[in-house]
Structure formats: structure tokens, C-alpha cells
T-cell receptor, first 115, second 121 residues
Framework: AQSVTQPDIHITVSEGASLELRCNYS??????LFWYVQSPGQGLQLLLK??????LVQGIKGFEAEFKRSQSSFNLRKPSVHWSDAAEYFC?????????????FGKGTKLTVNP | GAGVSQSPRYKVTKRGQDVALRCDPI?????LYWYRQALGQGPEFLTY????????KSGLPNDRFSAERPEGSISTLTIQRTEQRDSAMYRC???????????????????FGAGTRLSVL
């Protein structure tokens, strides 16, 4: 069965520090991978996606993620965190089977940014 | 519209009552999805429509849950005889193309609404 694991429930970093959020997936076919961010009172916003090609993908707000097939990972990174990055981050794998398509999400990582 | 619109934003109901949650997708989006997100969890898939056809309802937890999209645009998720365990955030998403598009995921980025927070007392 398809699954996504985000090992860190809560991460705290200082503003200006670097950030890495971990994501591991389990999926038998070629994975389509996504990172979404959820700010309070907002919907889920797509940060970046990986479909194929270059394994290092760039997203909005200065985020990037690297797909590593050998490790079944798709970790999200940012070189310098801003206070406005405080939010909850969700990794997801796209599953297409039969006539259905859906996203399977991890449980999320809540990011706190200290001044 | 400019984005996926869900209404109401908040719904408080008493156990045993029926509720209807509405989703208005981005104009022109073919596919529509419903997810449920419990506190401290990621969203979990409920059901998927391609145009007006409900292609997958495998995520609906039981027969109290149903969804429709009669004209291929607005969708309604209905929960009958609500129970306290139904309390959650219900999220709707839409995407431009389904399986008939260019590859299953090439245009299939899902755009989410702000959700409906359902509280069953």
C-alpha cells in the first residue's frame, strides 16, 4: 500500500537558519511527489512537485526538494528560514490506479520559527 | 472562480443531524476531490469525480457519507446522522485534467480550498 512518512512532528528553527524537512514514501510505481504548506485559516498551497527529470526541484518561497530514489525520500529544504515560513508542511505522493487519482499525505511537520 | 471555494467555513451541528458541505471548484477544472483531515493528521482521500462521474468512492468511511457533482461543477458532500467522530476539517480540491489529459499527473496539480471545519456536538 502507498504511504508517506514524515518522521518529525514538530521542528523549531531560528530565523535565518537552514531547514530540512524529511519525507519518505512507499509506492511501487514511479512516484509523483508533492510538498504542500498549510498556514492557519488557509488552504493547502503547493510548494513544489516532482514528476520526472532533474531530481532537484525548485519551488516557491525559496524552497527546494531533492528526490532520492535509492532512499525513497523527497526532503524539503530552505537555506534561510523567514518568520513567515512558520506553518505546517505536508509531503504527498500521487497515486493513479484504475480510474482513480488521489494524493496520499504524510501526517505533516509543524514548523515553528524563533526570532 | 479565482480559487476553490468551500462553504460553510465552519459548521457546528448536533449528533444525529445531516450536514451538506459545498465545494465550488476552479472554473474549467475537470477533476474534483474530497479529503478529510483529522486534528494532527494529514488529509485523507474520500472520493474523486471526473466531470460528473464519481470515479472512486473508496475512501468514504461508511454509507452515511455520500457525494455528488450533478453538472460536473459544484459538488456536495453529505453526511447523514452525524456522529462525534465525524468532526474534522473537510477539504475539497480541483484539478485541470483527469486521466484523459496529458499523462495522469502532467496537468493534475490539485488546488485546495480553505476547507470546512465540522464540529459535531
Amino acid at each position: 500500500a502507498q504511504s508517506v512518512t514524515q518522521p518529525d512532528i514538530h521542528i523549531t528553527v531560528s530565523e535565518g537558519a537552514s531547514l530540512e524537512l524529511r519525507c519518505n514514501y512507499s509506492y511501487g510505481a514511479t512516484p509523483y511527489l508533492f510538498w504542500y504548506v498549510q498556514s492557519p485559516g488557509q488552504g493547502l498551497q503547493l510548494l513544489l512537485k516532482y514528476f520526472s527529470g532533474d531530481t532537484l526541484v525548485q519551488g516557491i518561497k525559496g524552497f527546494e526538494a531533492e528526490f532520492k530514489r535509492s532512499q525513497s525520500s523527497f526532503n524539503l529544504r530552505k537555506p534561510s528560514v523567514h518568520w513567515s515560513d512558520a506553518a505546517e508542511y505536508f509531503c504527498a505522493v500521487g497515486v493513479a490506479q484504475g480510474g482513480s487519482e488521489k494524493l496520499v499525505f504524510g501526517k505533516g511537520t509543524k514548523l515553528t520559527v524563533n526570532p | 472562480g479565482a480559487g476553490v471555494s468551500q462553504s460553510p467555513r465552519y459548521k457546528v451541528t448536533k449528533r444525529g443531524q445531516d450536514v451538506a458541505l459545498r465545494c465550488d471548484p476552479i472554473s474549467g477544472h475537470v477533476s474534483l476531490y474530497w479529503y478529510r483531515q483529522a486534528l494532527g493528521q494529514g488529509p485523507e482521500f474520500l472520493t474523486y469525480f471526473n466531470y460528473e462521474a464519481q470515479q472512486d468512492k473508496s475512501g468514504l468511511p461508511n454509507d452515511r457519507f455520500s457525494a455528488e457533482r450533478p453538472e460536473g461543477s459544484i459538488s456536495t458532500l453529505t453526511i447523514q446522522r452525524t456522529e462525534q467522530r465525524d468532526s474534522a476539517m473537510y477539504r475539497c480540491a480541483s484539478s485541470l485534467a483527469g486521466r484523459k489529459g496529458v499523462g495522469p499527473w502532467a496537468k493534475n496539480i490539485q488546488y485546495f480550498g480553505a476547507g470546512t471545519r465540522l464540529s459535531v456536538l
